[in-house]
């Protein structure tokens, strides 16, 4: 008989993970063999069970999924990663994948979705949830412009991004519209950006930003 699949599932909501023990206890072909909390707990669970499957949340106290994910995959990287989480921003996606996951499923998949990551990962495959890969394959069709390769490093490609629109003129509505990211999550870049470069608003922004080359030779819009 083939061995069930042995999985560990990490979030910091105990309901998650009773939902996810309720759906694996009436199947045969997986095993849940750890549970976890944190960030921290997850990276001694797996070095201790070796699960073939990691179900992973993003956000959770002490260590985030996606440091987890490289700690793991750095000591066993042979174990499946699947991300599971409420965000869908193209941050979350990218960072889940240069960190190693082979999945990445919203919180709100049903159940056979969840399955069918699951048994895929644990065949080394890859798997995302049909949004998740929209958004990636629009991330590689949309055009982009060669921003100064050497200007904040401090930034990451997606803040950089925003900070080219930025000095572009562009505000935060129009901002989400090009990028096609909710403008919550814009604002959130903005306020990283001012944080990283140390600047207390937009035009000192603009005025670093121009400076390095960013925004240069492109339409306003409003």
Avoid: C, W
């Amino acid at each position: 008989m083939t061995e069930p699949t042995r999985l560990l599932i990490v979030d910091d909501h105990e309901l998650f993970r009773a939902g996810v023990r309720a759906l694996v206890r009436s199947l045969t072909t997986v095993e849940v063999v750890a549970e976890s909390s944190t960030g921290q707990q997850a990276v001694a669970a797996a070095l201790e069970t070796q699960p073939d499957v990691v179900l992973m949340d993003i956000q959770m106290p002490d260590m985030d999924g996606i440091e987890a994910t490289r700690r793991i995959l750095a000591n066993s990287p042979h174990i499946g990663i699947i991300i599971v989480t409420m965000f869908e921003d193209d941050d979350s996606v990218f960072a889940a994948m240069r960190a190693g996951a082979r999945g990445y499923v919203l919180k709100g998949a049903g159940q056979d979705e969840l399955m069918r990551a699951i048994t895929a990962v644990a065949s080394g495959e890859a798997l995302y949830n049909a949004k998740v890969a929209e958004r990636v394959i629009g991330f590689f069709n949309m055009p982009r412009r060669d921003l100064p390769m050497n200007a904040f490093p401090e930034l990451t490609e997606r803040e950089r991004e925003v900070l080219d629109l930025i000095a572009q003129g562009l505000g935060n509505p129009a901002i989400a519209r090009r990028l096609d990211i909710r403008d919550k999550t814009v604002r959130n870049h903005v306020s990283n950006i001012f944080s990283k470069l140390q600047v207390a608003d937009r035009v000192q922004a603009v005025v670093r930003a121009r400076r390095a080359g960013f925004g240069v030779g492109e339409e306003r819009e409003a």
